[in-house]
């Protein structure tokens, strides 16, 4: 059993960073598999970014690439979403989500393939 807690959102201006994180529960977390995605009101939940469990291969949504990095700290059982160039389309609450990972080192970028969530971190970005 995996818990996933994030912290770090917040309200920032057009143009702004943020740092999300997520913390881990666990012994497993470094065979693990982790992404972000988010949630706008009335919206389906969608893809962020994915890491696998190395951290040697990431994958990104189209909508964030170039100003978005995931990453992760194995020993610290944290994953985290730089944000950077920040939109007000990227207002969401923001999920971490967390898998066992495979040999092959895959990234994961439907939700459906998570077994584990966290609650979800609120996102503002104002013009």
């Known amino acids: 059993q995996v818990q996933l807690v994030e912290s770090g959102g917040g309200l920032v201006q057009a143009g702004g960073s943020l740092r999300l994180s997520c913390a881990a529960s666990?012994?497993?977390?470094?065979?693990?598999?982790m992404g972000w995605f988010r949630q706008a009101p009335g919206k389906e939940r969608e893809f962020v970014a994915a890491i696998n469990w190395s951290g040697g291969s990431t994958r990104y949504a189209d909508s964030v690439k170039g100003r978005f990095t995931i990453s992760r700290d194995n020993a610290e059982n944290t994953v985290y979403l730089q944000m950077n160039s920040l939109k007000p389309e990227d207002t969401a609450v923001y999920y971490c989500?967390?898998?066992?990972?495979?040999?092959?080192?895959?990234?994961?970028?439907?939700?459906?393939?998570?077994?584990?969530w966290g609650q979800g971190t609120q996102v503002t970005v104002s013009s």
């Open positions: 989500a967390g898998r066992p990972g495979s040999k092959a080192g895959t990234t994961y970028i439907y939700t459906g393939s998570y077994e584990y």
């Open positions: 666990g012994r497993t977390f470094s065979s693990y598999a």
